[in-house]
């Protein structure tokens, strides 16, 4: 049963009690964490100030920093135990911060009050490949459609790491990355901006608890490991990375930059969403097995907007669709002994579901170009142009209640 808050909050909100997600925000430059219920930001370093938590046991100004590293680095013992806390004070019988104005107007903002941060400094980023329909029809257009999987792709969650330092907040615009690129029937490469420049619809989770040099994570110990998930979206320009990634694999078609949504969801948030694999053929080796589900039932949509302000929704997939789960892409990960850190950041690959309305990126959904998307101002879009926005939304819903991720929102500008 959704949980009823003396805030006003919209029955099709992302935000409701259930959810407690964690940010970062900004008024006139002061960065601190918050949460959010309904249309409300809630500044959690006033709450701290003002005595609230002193049953959470948080060390002083913990909320007062411009990440979240920190917050989480102290264990899920305590953030959840924080959760808790928020849920209490944000009840519909609950007057602790309802019936008290000055501290209620000390804790509350408007969304159009404040600007939202990067919620973790990323340390170290990693993309996985992990969506067998996204894999099958890359592999048939650009390889053998009769061998469209490589044979280690059934056997291991194949990933890359990516570029850290250009993965930036919803809000935040890109401009269209230049490199080189060759023609099918030219006989050397070109420099100049991309004309392939596409999105990628992807979730990331944030690790929560690192693991020492030399050591493993479990896939059953994965979870602990995970604070929770972001929308990502991994911008690719297509024909730079066409001409680039053999032998190594993605390099300038991918680093110049990555978007995501403010608000960490934590597991704990997704736990009543939680779904079964896609049944995994062969079987895998057994320190990859799952003994129980770790895949989410979280909806997935990519709409384009126009610089007139048209939009259509160019996809509509699931997480769910993921053949390799987080917990297998975690244990994959370090198996080799590997270390992570807090606030390191592990993107899932493009979610891409069986049918073309439910493909994660402009590759898949215009098929190389050959099926481009008709827009209400009469333009096609084979890839994404100059002055597009690509918004991202995520959500979940079960039973009643609804757990959302709100939306990542980025605008392409021209290249520099």
Known sequence: ??????????????????????????VKGHKRAATRIGD?????????????????????????QDTLNDFIALGKATTNRTRARIQELFSYDNGELRDNESERLNVL???????????????????????????????TMFRDPNNALLPNWLH???????RASSIVVSGTPIHRPKGQTKADDAEVPTYGPSRLLDFELEMAFVVGKGNELGTSISVEDAEDHIFGMVIFNDWSARDIQKWEYVPLGPFLGKNFGSSISPWIITMEALEPFRAASPKQEPAVLPYLEM?????????????????KGDSVTVSNSNFKYM??????????????????????????????????????????????????????????????????????????EKDGKRIGFGEVRTKVLPAK
Not at 298 to 307: D, G, N, V
Not at 336 to 356: H, K, R
Not at 364 to 385: C, H, N, Q, Y
């Open 1 to 26: 049963m959704t949980k009823l808050s003396w805030l006003e909050i919209p029955s099709d909100n992302d935000f409701g009690l259930d959810n407690i997600p964690f940010g970062i925000f900004s």
């Open 40 to 64: 409300s930001l809630v500044d959690l370093n006033a709450i701290q100030k003002a005595g609230l938590f002193s049953d959470v046991n948080l060390p002083e100004d913990i909320f007062n």
């Open 109 to 139: 903002w408007g969304l159009y009050e404040v600007e939202m941060h990067m919620p973790v400094k990323v340390g170290d980023y990693t993309d996985f490949y992990s969506s067998r329909e996204h894999a099958t029809n890359v592999g």
């Open 156 to 162: 291991i969650p194949v990933g890359y790491h990516g």
């Open 291 to 307: 003994k129980k589900d770790h895949n989410f039932d979280i909806k997935l949509q990519a709409i384009i907007e126009t610089e």
């Open 323 to 396: 053949y390799w789960s987080m917990a297998q892409q975690l244990a994959h990960h370090t198996v080799n002994g590997c270390n992570m850190n807090v606030g390191d950041m592990c993107a899932s690959g493009t979610i891409s579901g069986p049918t073309p309305d439910s493909y994660g990126s402009m590759l898949e959904i215009s098929w190389k170009g050959t099926k481009p998307v008709a827009m209400p101002d009469g333009t096609e879009r084979k890839f994404i142009l100059d002055g597009d926005t690509v918004v991202m939304k995520a959500f979940c």
